[in-house]
């Protein structure tokens, strides 16, 4: 056991973030639940319209929301995923009060997935593009099923590795700040 | 003191019921069944636009060659039932009228790319229309892909 770290409580997420984010999955986990059923189709056609609200709302608070919530805190490039991947199987994980540089990285392209799986579904449901356009819509779902996938194992990873608990920080807003780099 | 409330409870409940029922007027959803499938099968609302909606009840007079009207109040109160849960898809600017046919619209025709025309022509299933032919959840709202119950009129 390492010696007790001195703790710090400190506000991360504000409630755009953390209400966005729990939407965001919920919208998302209904649609994979309605897919397939005709008689439920329009639910799952606004289910990926809520989603797109999320997306677009994220990006702008992106820009505009409290310092860990905009892009230029967690947006760092594949370097720094990799480094702090390395780090995180090593005997000293980085630890980061925002989005580590994987879960930032795991933002960017849930967004970007849950736009174009969006678009593409509603290009489907007008009957634009043709046979191509539902296929392309699956493809781009299951996509984002495997990085939603990897972005759970990653937080069940990371609060294993920094002790920390990092699905109540997106319930609570709070986070533990110990010692560390911010 | 504690048991009267149940007791209180059941009086109300079965003095609304008796109360209730005579006096209720019937939900839009059900004025649409019954109007509707007094004819034919109450075609969900989401398989067609609220514009082709709007155009179908304001044509009731010659409906697919056939006078049915209904009574106005009905009428407007089916047609607030069929907007509020019209499907999303977008009418096609052909210049023309507004498409009015469920059986023409390009996704049903996607749908249906599989089934051959021979199979249209069947005794038992005479038109596109008759939904419950091969979908015979249709009527309880139900048109999944499985069509285990017929006798497999897809194109091989």
Known sequence: MSAPLPLRRVFVWDVPVRLGHWLLASAFIGAMLTAD???????????????????????????????????????????????????????????????????GAAIVGLLALGLTTSLTGWLAYQDV???W???????????????VGIHVAGVILASVRHRENLVGAMVTGWKRASGGRP | MTRSIPMTML?????????????????????????CAAC??????RLLPAESWKAIMAGLKSHFGTDATVDAPAAAAIERFLVANAGMRAVRST?????????????????????????????????????TACHTGAESNNFSDDLSGTSGGRRR
């Open chain 1, 37 to 103: 059923s005709e008689w439920l189709r329009l639910t799952h056609v606004r289910l990926g319209l809520a989603v797109v609200a999320l997306v677009l709302f994220r990006v702008v608070w992106g820009f505009v929301g409290s310092p860990y919530a905009r892009f230029r805190e967690f947006i760092t490039g594949p370097a720094a995923v990799w480094r702090y991947m390395r780090a995180v199987f090593s005997s000293t994980p980085e630890h980061h009060i925002g989005h580590n540089p994987a879960g």
């Open chain 1, 129 to 131: 593009g043709g046979e």
């Open chain 1, 133 to 147: 356009m539902p296929e392309l819509h699956g493809a781009s779902a299951c996509a984002m099923l495997t990085l």
């Open chain 2, 11 to 35: 009086l109300l409940w079965a003095g609304s019921a008796v109360a209730g029922q005579p006096s209720q007027t019937p939900t839009p959803a059900a004025l649409w069944k019954e109007e």
């Open chain 2, 40 to 45: 034919h099968m109450a075609y969900p609302a």
């Open chain 2, 95 to 131: 210049g023309g009228p507004v498409p009015l046919r469920i059986t023409t619209s390009p996704w049903f025709i996607r749908e249906h790319r599989e089934v051959a025309a021979s199979t249209w022509k069947r005794p038992e299933i005479k038109s596109p229309s008759n939904c």
